[in-house]
């Protein structure tokens, strides 16, 4: 079992930057694969960012040039660096995270307004 503990999330003005953060515990040594997902009412929940932990990263369209993922596989933890923040950035942003047995874990969603 993983536990996944988000933070960061909060109101920000366009323009602004916000970090998230997304701490796992448990079984964390079978971590493969670390995700942002964000979500909006009456939406399907989107990849944001992923990062592999051999290293490759890949990232949604919308936020390319914007958003930055980087993990620390020493204390369990992915981080979302969020600049330029547009206003329909604003979501639940959800970690999700995926261990090499398949087995998949979502943190409670934290949320990110940028509004003015």
């Known amino acids: 079992q993983v536990q996944l503990e988000e933070s960061g999330g909060g109101l920000v003005q366009p323009g602004g930057s916000l970090r998230l953060s997304c701490a796992a515990s448990?079984?964390?040594?079978?971590?493969?694969?670390m995700t942002w997902y964000r979500q909006t009412p009456g939406k399907q929940r989107e990849l944001v960012a992923s990062?592999?932990?051999?290293?490759?990263?890949n990232y949604a369209d919308s936020v390319k040039g914007r958003f930055t993922i980087s993990r620390d596989n020493a204390k369990n933890t992915v981080y979302l660096q969020m600049n330029s923040l547009k206003p329909e950035d604003t979501a639940v942003y959800y970690c999700?995270?995926?261990?090499?047995?398949?087995?998949?874990?979502w943190g409670q969603g934290t949320q990110v307004t940028v509004s003015s």
């Open positions: 990062s592999r932990r051999g290293g490759s990263t």
């Open positions: 448990g079984s964390t040594f079978m971590i493969n694969t």
């Open positions: 999700y995270v995926l261990n090499i047995y398949g087995s998949d874990y």
